[in-house]
């Protein structure tokens, strides 16, 4: 058994949250509105990138939501959620749901999924999840789900967000 590396030095960053913000704006996501309904019966609803696969065995995805977040209470109750993957023609509605003090729900295409989360019409894949975990991590929560239901429209393009701004694939790049 080899031994395991030495720690290496810890030393502070040399760079501001900005441009750390900027630097991680080089990798381009795709676009998902997360929704829940909380223990009250409210709604809750957000636009995030934060989305990533972590199993397929049990199936587990996660994203993250800053703890300052007004939307923290609904997903802290809720006991499923939706993650919403957006099309390309999505883009009104993902500025919708990531602006604050307005309902994000009216006037959005929206029904009951199976988990009763709501489910975005329209969305190019959808997973309604079971809440598994949560871990504090900086100024962030990352929620655990296991996936227990999903849909998907293979014919419909993905909204993506790339450098603080929406985007589409191009024909040549699919």
Request: include cysteine.
């Amino acid at each position: 058994m080899s031994p395991l590396p030495s720690e290496p030095a810890v030393h502070p960053s040399t760079f501001t949250p900005e441009e750390f913000r900027a630097a991680l704006g080089q990798f381009a996501t795709g676009v998902t509105i997360v929704t829940a309904r909380a223990a009250d019966g409210a709604l809750a609803g957000l636009t995030a990138n934060s989305f990533n696969s972590v199993s397929l065995d049990p199936p587990l995805v996660l994203w993250s939501l800053s703890r300052h977040s007004g939307s923290m209470p609904g997903f802290l109750t809720a006991t499923h959620y939706a993650i919403n993957v957006l099309g390309a023609d999505q883009r009104l509605l993902a500025e919708r749901f990531a602006r604050k003090g307005i309902d994000r729900f009216e006037g959005a295409p929206w029904k009951p999924g199976l988990t009763g989360a709501p489910v975005i019409d329209g969305a190019v894949a959808v997973f309604e999840c079971t809440h598994r975990s949560q871990h504090d991590e900086g100024d962030h929560v990352i929620f655990v789900g296991e996936v227990v239901h999903m849909a998907t429209d293979p014919s419909k393009k993905p909204l993506l967000y790339f450098r603080g701004a929406y985007g589409k694939l191009s024909p040549e790049a699919h």
